[in-house]
């Protein structure tokens, strides 16, 4: 298995901070990473795919990138909406596996 | 736009088989890959597997002798089958489409999770 880990487990922040979330393979996928986030009862949301590609309708404050097995996930100005968890994602293995989640809240 | 709708038992009994079907809507069952997902109360995300449209299924190691995906193009809905439950089986199960995208493959749609309890 693709082992994802995810760094850190939770994060406190305030509107208008900009964050970065971490999120590491066990081996190399390729760009075949994406970055989701969860809002309490409801479903994840596709954000980000390809490592850095902002799926349809995604505010341009959310950004992705990548460096070897290493994939970072930006959010430039924190809004209100944006305290939620987040997940990474890979998909090069058909045994797909998502990180452990980071759970972002407000300071 | 593409809706999927999970449905089935809320409570299912130890050793029992859990059932779910996601009803798709705006797209054809016919392609690919409508996958399970699962997620503990307070836990992380599972993939549990997918079928292809050309007839094969894919399914987590974990589950694999437990686990049954099927689909249904009559109705243009999946199914899932999970045998032989136990509290750990406990969990909000998502049916979701995986696309094919630039540089990789992602879940693009998600039905809303319906949560499953395993309990006597």
């Known amino acids: 298995d693709i082992q994802m880990t995810q760094s850190p487990s939770s994060l406190s922040a305030s509107v208008g901070d900009r964050v970065t979330i971490t999120c590491r393979a066990s081996?190399?996928?390729?760009?075949?990473l994406n970055w989701y986030q969860q809002k309490p009862g409801k479903a994840p949301k596709l954000l980000i795919y390809g490592a850095s590609t902002l799926q349809s309708g995604v505010p341009s404050r959310f950004s992705g990138s990548a460096s070897g097995t290493d994939f970072t996930l930006t959010i430039s100005s924190l809004q209100p909406e944006d305290f939620a968890t987040y997940y990474c994602q890979q998909s090069y293995s058909t045994l797909k596996t998502f990180g452990q989640g980071t759970k972002l809240e407000i300071k | 736009q593409v809706q999927l709708q999970e449905s089935g038992p809320g409570l299912v009994k130890p050793s029992e088989t859990l059932s779910l079907t996601c009803t798709v809507s705006g797209d054809s069952i016919s392609s690919p890959y409508w996958t399970w997902i699962r997620q503990p109360p307070g836990k992380g995300l599972e993939w549990i597997g997918y079928y292809y449209y050309s007839g094969s299924a894919n399914y987590n190691p974990s589950l694999k002798s437990r686990v049954t995906i099927s689909i249904d193009t009559s109705k243009n809905q999946f199914s899932l089958k999970l045998t032989s439950v136990t509290a750990a089986d406990t969990a909000v199960y998502y049916c979701?489409?995986?696309?094919?995208?630039?540089?990789?493959?992602?879940?693009?749609?998600w039905g809303q999770g319906t949560l499953v309890t395993v309990s006597s």
């Open positions: 081996q190399s996928i390729s760009s075949y």
């Open positions: 979701a489409r995986e696309a094919s995208v630039p540089g990789s493959l992602a879940f693009d749609y």
